[in-house]
């Protein structure tokens, strides 16, 4: 989880280690807390199935998230280990950015250990582990999406030093959270924020509010978003392939310095020279407030 709008922290919360992470502590979650996660997992993935990206629909395979209860931070690792090296540790909270890039560029995923109360099945603030789990962990087993990641964490190292980390938020809002992918002639769903949305896995691909655009890297960096709402707008990327090769071939040094001499783009409007995939009415926007 990504937080870019939080102070420097100094010092780990009590308990974390100097890296922020905390023992999952597994054996702790109650009878209920896994029945909230299997409740979780059976309607998302009965709703994704012809809706998310085959890549994300084989991730949760390869990492054996159709197992019942929550996931095991120790096996998962082991198991997204062996298909692209990467590990998923537990943090309480919101780590500094800082962290999070370097455990990025280390190929680990840092995640929340705490799983949501009933009254929040469709709605919390704060990322959970399902959220965390079953919305991001999928495509870190993905060879091309595991690399983006962990290239990702290092930009944002480099980004800390271009005080450019509120650019570099916007790629990962509009990819990682909230991006779409071409998929055998139509669109289909793999950003975390979308996939593990009851509501928004229906609204990012059936609703006419939404405009959908093809992804632009200068576009989407310079794109405000919403982070109490569905989207007004999602990006949508050729390829996971394509992601990476446009993104690592790119030095962002520049790229900084050139759009902060440009404006910003509001959620919900169409720029010039945008590939317009579907023209959304807007009709689900009410009062803006963007990030
Ligand atoms: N190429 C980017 C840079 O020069 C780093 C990056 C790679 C950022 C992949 C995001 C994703 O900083
Ligand atoms: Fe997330």
Same mark, same amino acid.
């Given at each position: ?100 890039? $370097? ?5 680990? %995923? !840092?995640?929340? =250990? +705490?799983?949501?109360?009933?009254? #929040?099945?469709d709605y919390l603030q704060e990322p959970d582990v399902f959220h965390d789990v079953f919305g991001h962990v999928p495509l870190l087993a993905h060879p091309a999406f595991a690399d983006y ?78 982070? $109490? ?5 999602? %990006? !949508?990327?050729? =390829? +996971?392939?394509?992601?990476?090769? #446009? ?45």
């Amino acid at each position: 989880m990504l937080s870019s709008d939080q102070p420097i922290a100094a010092a780990p919360p009590p308990g974390a280690a100097a890296d922020w992470t905390i023992a999952q502590a597994w054996e702790h979650y109650s009878d209920a807390e896994h029945a909230t996660w299997d409740r979780l997992f059976a309607r998302q993935s009965a709703l994704l199935a012809d809706r998310a990206a085959p890549e994300f629909l084989e991730g949760i395979e390869l990492a054996g998230l159709w197992r019942p209860g929550i996931p095991d931070f120790e096996e998962l690792s082991e198991r997204l280990d062996r298909a692209t090296g990467w590990q998923v540790l537990a943090v309480p909270g919101l780590v500094p950015d800082a962290m999070f890039f $370097d455990h990025l560029a280390h190929r680990r %995923f !840092v995640a929340g =250990s +705490f799983i949501r109360t009933p009254e #929040q099945l469709d709605y919390l603030q704060e990322p959970d582990v399902f959220h965390d789990v079953f919305g991001h962990v999928p495509l870190l087993a993905h060879p091309a999406f595991a690399d983006y990641m962990q290239a990702y964490g290092e930009g944002g190292l480099r980004a800390l030093e271009h005080g450019a980390i509120e650019r570099l938020a916007r790629l990962y809002w509009h990819t990682v959270e909230f991006g779409l992918v071409r998929s055998g002639g139509g669109l289909k769903l793999f950003g975390a924020g979308i996939v593990s949305s009851y509501g928004e896995s229906i609204f990012a691909l059936d609703d006419p509010s939404p405009h959908r655009i093809r992804f632009d890297l200068r576009r989407v960096m310079r794109t405000r978003y919403r982070i $109490d709402d569905y989207q007004r707008n999602y %990006f !949508v990327i050729d =390829s +996971f392939d394509d992601l990476l090769r #446009q993104t690592t071939e790119t030095d962002f040094a520049p790229l900084y310095a050139e759009i902060d001499r440009q404006p910003d783009y509001e959620p919900g409007a169409i720029a010039e020279g945008d590939v317009v995939l579907t023209r959304g009415t807007q009709a689900h926007a009410g009062e803006p407030k963007a990030c």
